[in-house]
C-alpha cells in the first residue's frame, strides 16, 4: 500500500522569512498583503540525495530553483523531501526505491490546502480551497510521475497503467475543480494537442467513456521535439479524455516549446504542464528553466493569475536575534559581579520583582522573563561576551564547505556549470553535449578519489600519533558512514 506524509516540521527561528517579488522591490508576506497570484514549480530532480555531494536540500544553489515559489511539484524523489518554510507532502512507490513524487506547499497557504486521495503511487493531488478569480471554485492540483515504458519499475511491474489511473481519477473529480496537471511523462507528443471543447450535457454524461482519438491534428502548438512516440499518443488520447490542453509550445514565456529534459544521447520534451481551459485563460507565463547539474531535466516555472483570500493568509512568524554569550572567568574576583549588583538600575529592577504579585500563569511568566532580562543586564556590565564561533566553512554561494572540495574541484564545476547552460541554450550541438556528459563523468570520478584521499590521510593521521583527538576521531567516524550511505 502507498502512503502519503507530511513533513517540513514547524518554522524555526533560524529560518529566513519567505518573501514575494513585487513591483518597486521587496516585500515580507504579512497578513494583508493581496495575492493575485500564484508561482509553480515542476521539476524532476532525478533523487534527493546526490551521490556526490550528498543531499539536495541543504544546497542552497538547488533550493533556490525552489523558494520563490508558492507551490513546487517535484518528481522521481527516490525518498522524502523537505525544505524549511514549506509544508511536504511526499508519496513514494511501496516497493521499489525509484520514483516518488511530493508537492511542497508554503506555509502562508497551508490552511487553505487538503490533499486528496489518488489510488496511485506515481500520482499525487491537493485542492485548494476558493482561489480562482470571480468564482468559489477550488484549484485541484495534481503531480505526476511516469517511468519510461523499458524501465526496470514497468518491466517488472508488467503494466503500463499510470496514465490510465491518471484519467480514472479526473474523471471522478466534480466539475467545481479546475485542474492542473504537472509533471515527466516520459512521453513525446511533437506539435499536437487536444484544444477544450465547450462542455455541453452530452459532455458530462458520457465523462466516464473512454474518448480515444479524440485530439485533431490540426490542433498545432510549436515544439523543439518533433517525434510523436506510442506513450505520447496515450498522453494526447487522455487529455482529450478529461478535456484538457498543453501548456507548453502555447504558452507565453515558452512560445517555441523548449526541450525539458537533456540526456547523453538527446534532448526532448517529456516534462508537461497541463490544464482545463478555465485556467488556460488566467496563466500568466509558462518558462522552461536552464539545466543545471543537479538534475537532467529543467524546471517548469508557471505563474497564475488567481485570488487567495487575504484573511487566511498565515503570517510566517516574528524573529529576534539570539540572546549574548558570557564567559565566566574562574580566575577572576567574584566581587565585580557582587558589586555589579549595587548600581542603581539593577536595584530598581530588583524592587520591581520584589513588588509583583504572581497568581496567575502570565504573572509567573512575566516575572522570569523580568528576572532574566535583570541577570542579562548585570552580565553585560560586568562580564566579557563570547565571540561567535563559526564552525562549519561556506563557500560564497553559501552552502557548507566540505574538507576534501579543494579548488580543483570547484574550478571543474563551475566548468561544467558553464557548459550545461550552453547545451541549454544549444540542444543540437552533438559535440557540446559529449563534451558536457565528459565533464560530468570526470567530475564525479574526481568527487570520489578527493573524498578517498582525505579518508584515508585521516586515518594516516591518527595512526602516525600526529593528531589524536576525539573531534579528529568524530570527523572520520562522519565521513565514513557518510561515504557508505552514498
Keep these: 500500500m502507498h502512503q502519503t506524509t507530511a513533513t517540513g516540521g514547524n518554522l524555526r527561528a533560524s529560518q529566513p522569512a519567505h518573501r514575494y517579488k513585487l513591483q518597486g522591490g521587496i516585500m515580507p508576506m504579512t497578513k494583508h498583503s493581496k495575492r493575485n497570484s500564484l508561482q509553480i514549480v515542476s521539476w524532476n530532480i532525478h533523487g534527493t540525495m546526490d551521490r556526490n555531494m550528498g543531499s539536495k536540500s541543504l544546497n542552497k544553489e538547488f533550493t533556490e530553483h525552489l523558494l520563490n515559489s508558492d507551490i513546487f511539484c517535484l518528481q522521481e524523489t527516490k525518498g522524502k523531501f523537505c525544505i524549511p518554510d514549506y509544508k511536504c507532502f511526499n508519496k513514494n512507490r511501496s516497493n521499489s526505491k ?30 485548494i480551497k476558493g482561489v480562482m478569480q470571480g468564482s468559489s471554485e477550488n484549484l485541484l492540483i495534481v503531480n505526476t510521475y511516469d517511468s519510461p515504458p523499458n524501465s526496470s519499475y514497468k518491466k517488472r511491474k508488467g503494466n503500463d497503467e499510470t496514465l490510465d489511473e491518471l484519467l480514472e481519477f479526473l474523471t471522478s473529480i466534480d466539475d467545481r475543480n479546475e485542474i492542473l496537471i504537472a509533471g515527466d511523462f516520459n512521453a513525446r507528443t511533437s506539435v499536437f494537442n487536444h484544444e477544450c471543447l465547450p462542455m455541453d450535457e452530452n459532455w458530462k454524461n458520457d465523462r466516464f467513456v473512454a474518448k480515444l482519438s479524440r485530439y485533431q491534428k490540426t490542433d498545432i502548438r510549436i515544439s523543439e521535439d518533433g517525434t510523436l512516440n506510442a506513450r505520447g499518443k496515450k498522453l494526447l488520447d487522455t487529455i482529450a479524455c478529461a478535456n484538457l490542453t498543453i501548456l507548453n509550445g502555447n504558452t507565453l514565456g515558452d512560445i517555441n516549446g523548449r526541450y525539458t529534459c537533456h540526456l547523453y544521447n538527446g534532448s526532448s520534451v517529456v516534462d508537461y504542464i497541463i490544464t482545463s481551459e478555465r485556467i488556460k485563460s488566467r496563466i500568466h507565463h509558462l518558462i522552461v528553466g536552464e539545466l543545471s547539474n543537479f538534475s537532467d531535466h529543467c524546471p517548469l516555472n508557471l505563474k497564475l ?32 559581579f557582587i558589586s555589579g549588583q549595587a548600581a542603581e538600575e539593577i536595584q530598581e529592577g530588583i524592587r520591581n520583582i520584589c513588588n509583583l504579585s504572581c497568581r496567575t500563569n502570565e504573572d509567573v511568566y512575566h516575572c522570569n522573563e523580568m ?29 557548507l564547505q566540505q574538507p576534501w572540495f579543494t579548488d580543483d574541484l570547484l574550478n571543474e564545476k563551475r566548468r561544467l556549470n558553464k557548459y550545461t547552460r550552453w547545451l541549454s541554450k544549444y ?36 595512526e602516525e600519533g600526529n593528531n589524536i583527538s576525539w573531534s579528529r576521531f568524530n570527523d572520520l567516524k562522519r565521513h565514513k558512514e557518510h561515504h557508505q550511505r552514498l
Design 305 to 336: 493569475d488567481c485570488s487567495i483570500p487575504t484573511n487566511k493568509l498565515v503570517v510566517a512568524g516574528t524573529y529576534q536575534n539570539a540572546p549574548k554569550r558570557f564567559k565566566w572567568n574562574p580566575s577572576s574576583d567574584p566581587s565585580c
Design 427 to 462: 540542444p543540437e550541438d552533438s559535440k557540446l553535449r559529449n563534451k558536457l556528459f565528459q565533464l560530468k563523468k570526470e567530475y564525479k570520478k574526481n568527487i570520489r578519489r578527493k573524498k578517498e584521499e582525505f579518508i584515508e590521510y585521516i586515518n594516516k593521521d591518527i
Design 371 to 399: 528576572l532574566v532580562k535583570l541577570y542579562h543586564r548585570l552580565a553585560e556590565n560586568t562580564l566579557t561576551s563570547c565571540k561567535q564561533q563559526i564552525k562549519n566553512r561556506r563557500n560564497k554561494s553559501g552552502n
Design 98 to 127: 525509484s520514483g516518488g513524487v511530493c508537492i511542497g506547499v508554503h506555509r502562508s497557504l497551508e490552511k487553505l490546502v487538503s490533499v486528496v486521495n489518488v489510488d496511485s503511487d506515481d500520482i499525487i493531488a491537493i485542492r
